[in-house]
């Protein structure tokens, strides 16, 4: 039997790429999911393979919205045993170009978010002995060109995770990291490098593998 057999997991960033691949291989593993995401079209695409599933509309740079989020998971299924921050944004421009609303907006999504989505769901995990999945991204871990916002943020959802294991270790709950490299994804479809880039700088923080699929 599947550890997430009768589990309920709440996957961010589902209306797409590997949100949606993790809501549906939790579905098939026997866990019922609640899916957020900002595109309602695309969840409702990817929920017709989410057997029993629901999901929201949900902006997760909001604190609020994620509050209301955990709290409309655990009303409407039951509870909440597996949260699984997904959701990200990724955008590469030359750090003396960034804007401050550029700067916030890679924190808002990528540290503030996940941020927000445990500190709601805390309650809720430790009632059931729960986990965290935080998907982090090779860029959490060493450091990639034209990318201050998204490493800085990606390095404190490291941080974040090593705090909270440490923090709730009496208290049954898991927490960890994942750290990947490049996927094949709707958001890097839509990628786009700053002007004049020099690609030795983004190539030795290439992945030595390729590209993975969101399935991989």
Same mark, same amino acid.
């Given at each position: ?66 509050? /209301?989020?955990? %709290?409309?998971?655990?009303?409407? @299924?039951? $509870?909440?045993?597996? #949260?699984?921050?997904? *959701?990200?944004? !990724? ?10 609303? /550029?700067?916030? %907006?890679?924190?808002?999504?990528? @540290?503030? $978010?996940?941020?927000? #989505?445990?500190?709601? *769901?805390?309650? !809720? ?92």
């Amino acid at each position: 039997m599947s550890a997430l057999q009768g589990k309920v997991a709440l996957v961010t960033g589902a209306s797409s790429g590997l949100g949606a691949e993790t809501a549906r291989l939790f579905s098939r593993q026997g866990a019922t999911v609640f899916g957020i995401g900002r595109d309602t079209g695309r969840l409702a695409e990817v929920f017709a393979d989410v057997q029993g599933g629901c999901y929201a509309s949900v902006d997760v740079a909001s604190a609020q919205a994620c509050r /209301d989020a955990v %709290e409309q998971c655990v009303r409407e @299924l039951g $509870g909440l045993d597996v #949260l699984v921050n997904v *959701a990200g944004r !990724h955008q590469m421009r030359r750090t003396e170009s960034m804007t401050d609303d /550029d700067w916030a %907006e890679d924190l808002a999504v990528n @540290l503030n $978010g996940p941020f927000y #989505l445990c500190r709601a *769901a805390l309650p !809720h995990l430790l009632e059931r002995g729960g986990n965290i999945v935080n998907v982090g991204s090779i860029a959490g871990v060493e450091g990639q060109a034209y990318s201050a916002g998204y490493c800085a943020a990606k390095h404190g959802l490291v941080g974040l995770t090593r705090a909270l294991a440490v923090e709730y270790t009496a208290d049954r709950l898991r927490v960890n990291a994942i750290c990947p490299g490049g996927m094949l994804t709707p958001q890097l479809e839509h990628f786009r490098a700053p002007e004049n880039p020099n690609y030795d700088l983004i190539m030795r923080t290439a992945s030595p593998r390729g590209m993975m699929q969101p399935v991989d």
